[in-house]
C-alpha cells in the first residue's frame, strides 16, 4: 500500500518540517502537573451497568464550579451509551454547557466540541478537570454567541477501556452520540447541530461531519457543518514508516507524545497483529507511559527522546500493518454532505501546514464544499482563537 507520488511528495514534506522542528526546537518549559479529577459525583471509570443503544443518556448530574464554564448559565457532566474501536457498546463522558441568555424559539443551536489531545489515562477526563484558558476562552466564546456547548470525552477517558487515539471510528461515534444523549436531558436545544474541534480533536470533528448525517438518521437531528483547526491528516502514512532507521533525528517533546499515544491505542485496537512484537524495551516501557500519563507530563518525559530507539524492526514489517493504519486513524477526504472550514497555522510544528493543507487538496480534488483559513504568524494553538474572526460567521451561517 504506497502512497501515489502527490501524497509521497507531500510525505517528504512533512518529514522535512518535522526534522527542521526537531532540530531547531527550543526546549519546553516542565508542564504544569495534572490537577485530580472532579467527578462532580458521576465516576464512571469502573461502569458496569446497562449501556443500551448509541446515543442513549445514561445519568446526567450538576457540573462542579471548579470544572465549568465562566460563561456558562448551566453546566453538566453526562455519561452516554456509544461504540467502542471494536464496534462493541461501550459507555462515553461529557460536559454539555448552556449559554447565560434565555433560549431563542426552538432552542440553543448546538455545537459539539471535539477536544485536543489531553492523554489516554483517566486523570486526563476533560469533564473532570478545568478547561485550559484557551479552551475556556474559546468555549466561552461559543456561549456567549448563544450556542449550548456540547463537549464529549470519547470512549475511554474516565470510562472502561483504553480511549482510542485517533480513532476514526470511535471519535465518530462519541461526538454524534453525545448530541443524541443531550436531546433527553430537558433542555432547551435545538435540533440544529454544528461540530468544532481542534489537533485530535479536528481529526475527531472531520471524522464525525463525514459520517454525521448516518449516524444521527432517525434522531430528528439537523447536522449542519464542520470547524476543524489544526487538523492532523496523511499521518498514518508516516507512522508505518516508524522503525530503527525513522526519523534519525531527536523530534519535539510534544511530537514523541503523539506518537507513543498512536502507537498505544493502535496496538489496543488491533491486537491480533501483535504490532507490539517490533518493540524494543524502551518502546514498550514509553507506550505504558503512555497509556496514563496525561499530555503535559507525558511531553516532558520524552523530551530528548530519539523515536527509533523504541523499534528493534521497522512497523511496516508487521504484516498488514499498512491498511490497518489507514483504516484505524485516516482523515477522510471526499463523502462530506455540510460545509468544511479548516484553519491551519502556518508556523504549526504540532500539525505542520502541510499535513492539513494536503487535505485540503484532497478535498477540492474530490469536489468537497470545503475553505481553508491559513493563519501566518500562528502555531499549532494560536490557531485556535486567531480563527474566531472567521470560524464564527461560518458557523452562524450554517446554524441559521
Not at 36 to 41: D, L, R
Not at 193 to 208: D, F, T
Not at 259 to 288: H, K, N, S
Amino acid at each position: 500500500m504506497t502512497p501515489p507520488l502527490r501524497l509521497r511528495t507531500l510525505l517528504a514534506a512533512v518529514a522535512t518540517v518535522l526534522t527542521v522542528a526537531g532540530l531547531t526546537a527550543a526546549p519546553a518549559l516542565a508542564a504544569p502537573a495534572t490537577p485530580a479529577p472532579v467527578w462532580s459525583g458521576l465516576d464512571a471509570r469502573d461502569y458496569a451497568g446497562p449501556v443500551g443503544k448509541p446515543g442513549t443518556l445514561l445519568a446526567q448530574t450538576r457540573l462542579d464550579p471548579a470544572v465549568s464554564l465562566p460563561a456558562a448559565g448551566q453546566a453538566y457532566r453526562i455519561l452516554y451509551a456509544t461504540t467502542d474501536v471494536h464496534g462493541e457498546p461501550a459507555v462515553s463522558t461529557g460536559a454539555v454547557f448552556t449559554p447565560r441568555r434565555p433560549a431563542p424559539k426552538g432552542g440553543y443551536p448546538v455545537i459539539a466540541w471535539a477536544h485536543g489531545t489531553t492523554g489516554l489515562g483517566n486523570d486526563c477526563t476533560p469533564s473532570a478537570l478545568p478547561r485550559s484558558e484557551r479552551d475556556r476562552n474559546y468555549l466561552d466564546h461559543w456561549l456567549d454567541q448563544g450556542y449550548a456547548v456540547v463537549a464529549t470525552d470519547y470512549v475511554g477517558l474516565g470510562t472502561p477501556g483504553m480511549m482510542s487515539y485517533l480513532s476514526a471510528q470511535v471519535s465518530a461515534h462519541s461526538i454524534v452520540d453525545s448530541v443524541k444523549a443531550a436531546q433527553q436531558m430537558g433542555l432547551p436545544l435545538s435540533t440544529k447541530w454544528a461540530i468544532v474541534g481542534q489537533s485530535q480533536g479536528a481529526g475527531a470533528a472531520l471524522n464525525a461531519a463525514r459520517r454525521a448525517t448516518a449516524l444521527s438518521r432517525g434522531s430528528g437531528l439537523d447536522y449542519r457543518g464542520v470547524v476543524a483547526t489544526g487538523t492532523p491528516a496523511n499521518i498514518e502514512h508516516i507512522v508505518w514508516q516508524a522503525g530503527p532507521g525513522f526519523p534519525p533525528i531527536t523530534l519535539p517533546a510534544a511530537l514523541n507524545a503523539y506518537a507513543a499515544y498512536i502507537l498505544t491505542g493502535f496496538i489496543d485496537a488491533r491486537p491480533d497483529l501483535r504490532a507490539d512484537t517490533v518493540l524494543t524495551p524502551r518502546g514498550r516501557q514509553i507506550l505504558r507511559m503512555a497509556a496514563t500519563l496525561c499530555y503535559g507530563e507525558l511531553s516532558d518525559r520524552l523530551s530528548g527522546e530519539p523515536i527509533n530507539t523504541w523499534f528493534s524492526r521497522p512497523l511496516a514489517s508487521v504484516p498488514g500493518v499498512q491498511g490497518a493504519l489507514v483504516t484505524y486513524m485516516a482523515t477522510p477526504f471526499s463523502g462530506y454532505d455540510r460545509p468544511i472550514f479548516l484553519g491551519q497555522g502556518l508556523i504549526d510544528t504540532d500539525v505542520p501546514v502541510v499535513s492539513a493543507g494536503s487535505l485540503y487538496a484532497q478535498m477540492l480534488a474530490a469536489g468537497q464544499p470545503v475553505e481553508f483559513h491559513l493563519y501566518p504568524d500562528q502555531d499549532h494553538s494560536g490557531t485556535v482563537l486567531a480563527s474566531l474572526p472567521d470560524s464564527t460567521p461560518f458557523v452562524a451561517r450554517i446554524l441559521r
